[in-house]
């Protein structure tokens, strides 16, 4: 295990890269900012924007993959003011909501005036699926993942809406499989972010591929012959989740900390309108040594908010906890014990570089040291 020498991101993140140099390929791709000609790009998207506009006469020009996120804001905004675009607002609904996040939701609708189309997926069927993939491979909510990737694209089929607009691609940007910088998503189910699985491992006598619908790639000759052309913003403007939380914060977006201070989390504006749902990016911890902070801290260093060894210092001290309410609603939610949940749980934890401290898993002494030295394991 090796950490980049300049961010915090570790090589135990599926698919990340690193240089000769030891400097991890999302910091790299960060410096090829300053190489882009974003006015150019900003022209591309208004090209874009004018082919769509108006083709489907008063109806939607797009769809807009929007939650209730600061990120959501930002896509929004961007579509509806800066370019004109009448966009409907594709959203999955969560299992369990914060006060804030149907506050920012039902504000979201009042700023800007859009339709949302809300899917409020099975909890039955979620709850099964939700337990056999933290039983059976630590990743509960895969089912509620996949479906934020396939059904807007089912919906843009079915209500003849072509042009759909996602944020950020997550590997060109976080580091993962897909290191091509494109403008088109079209290719994203297949960026390990929700693993390939066979369906057979999620059905049985009460599960059948019935209750999978929302989850299903539409062919690529049912992509071709409906014409979409999904697209990542962050190809178009350089994607900043900070900035856009203070863009969004000028609509009236709330971040969390009035309702709930996250314990063993550094902000306070990322995934805050869901509770159990956090416990998902907490088990990557578990699996490979890091976990939402050391996301979070190495975009603060990319963009110059945060020194590394100060980000050092807020993961030996939070990344390994779980804060106590999103425990709780996990297992509400799964109706399983919290004995249950910790067996699980050390039945998959990575002891190459995970040691049990006072019945806590935490980093073993030697990654701490290469941690802090951005450097390999000795």
């Avoid at 579509?79 to 004109?84: A, D, P, V």
């Avoid at 979201?108 to 059976?136: I, N, P, T």
């Avoid at 697209?231 to 900390?257: C, H, P, T």
Wanted: charged share 25%; aromatic share 12%.
């Amino acid at each position: 295990m090796k950490y980049c020498k300049r961010c915090v991101m570790p090589d135990t993140r599926p698919g990340i890269k690193f240089n000769e140099e030891g400097i991890c390929y999302p910091c790299l791709t960060h410096d090829r900012r300053t190489e882009v000609d974003w006015e150019a790009r900003w022209q591309e998207l208004e090209e874009l924007a004018d082919r769509y506009r108006g083709s489907n006469g008063n109806y939607y020009d797009c769809i807009v993959t929007a939650s209730a996120g600061k990120d959501s804001y930002y896509q929004v905004w961007t579509m509806k003011e800066r370019l004109g675009m009448n966009p409907l607002l594709v959203s999955i609904d969560n299992f369990s909501w914060t006060q804030t996040g149907r506050e920012n939701q039902n504000n979201m609708s009042d700023v800007f005036g859009c339709d949302m189309h809300l899917l409020s997926l099975s909890r039955k069927v979620a709850r099964k699926l939700f337990r056999k993939g933290f039983e059976q491979q630590l990743i509960p909510c895969w089912y509620w993942d996949r479906a934020v990737y396939t059904y807007p694209l089912q919906i843009a089929i079915r209500l003849g809406i072509p042009l759909i607009v996602y944020g950020e691609n997550i590997n060109y940007e976080y580091g993962g499989e897909q290191t091509d910088e494109t403008y088109s998503a079209l290719n994203q189910i297949n960026n390990n972010v929700v693993k390939s699985i066979p369906w057979d491992a999620w059905l049985d006598d009460e599960i059948t591929m019935k209750d999978m619908n929302p989850l299903i790639q539409p062919t690529q000759e049912d992509i071709a012959a409906a014409g979409l052309d999904p697209i990542y913003l962050s190809y178009f403007e350089a994607w900043d989740g900070y900035r856009n939380y203070e863009v969004a914060q000028k609509f009236g977006f709330k971040s969390l900390e009035e309702e709930w201070v996250r314990e063993g989390l550094s902000e306070h504006y990322e995934q805050i309108d869901t509770i159990g749902y956090n416990v998902h990016p907490w088990f990557k911890f578990i699996k490979f040594g890091h976990q939402h902070n050391t996301d979070i801290l190495s975009q603060w260093i990319r963009s110059g908010r945060i020194t590394r060894s100060e980000a050092v210092e807020q993961i030996k001290e939070k990344e390994h906890i779980l804060d106590r309410r999103m425990l709780e609603d996990f297992l509400s939610f799964l109706q399983i014990s919290e004995d249950h949940f910790w067996s699980v749980v050390d039945r998959f934890a990575n002891q190459e570089i995970l040691e049990k401290r006072d019945g806590v898993w935490r980093l073993q002494p030697q990654v701490v040291r290469a941690l802090e030295k951005g450097g390999e394991v000795s």
